[in-house]
């Protein structure tokens, strides 16, 4: 059965350096053993960063261990959909590719709050073009 983004189309990859995802296959892929909802495709954001570490979730320092390399601006992963809708609720929310996030989220984060940062590319970039 194919994952379905909140788009509708197919979930497409999210990031894979650093490899990204709950089951670090680079896609916001998710299952019953994925308790925190890791769903949300972000580009993150140095504020992004800082929000939650000042919450309890330290994004920045690596962790060997869980293959957790810690992330800087401009890495893409897959967040928790409860920590992106706390920084979006505290006006530091990440920037969200929409194609790559996992259409479970849309039970946590309303789909208008996810287009409000969504930084998608059509696959045809020349369509933005006058």
């Known amino acids: 059965m194919t994952e379905r983004n909140v788009l509708g189309g197919e979930l497409e990859l999210c990031g ?3 490899m990204t995802g709950f089951f670090r296959d680079g896609c916001c892929s998710t299952g019953p053993e994925d308790l925190g909802s890791h769903t949300i495709c972000a580009v993150v ?4 960063l800082e929000h939650q ?17 810690g992330l800087v601006p401009g890495d893409r992963w ?21 194609a790559s996030t996992h259409e479970s989220v849309l039970a946590i984060v309303p ?3 996810l287009q409000q940062h969504a930084v998608d590319v059509p696959a045809d970039p020349g369509s933005l073009e006058d």
């Open 78 to 98: 897959c967040v928790t959909a409860p920590n992106w809708a706390r920084a979006y609720n505290d006006g530091a929310a990440a920037p969200v590719v929409l």
């Open 53 to 69: 570490r000042s919450i309890g979730n330290d994004l920045s320092t690596p962790m060997p261990q869980f293959h957790f390399p």
């Open 16 to 18: 894979t350096d650093p």
């Open 111 to 113: 789909l208008q709050a």
């Open 45 to 48: 954001t140095a504020e992004f």
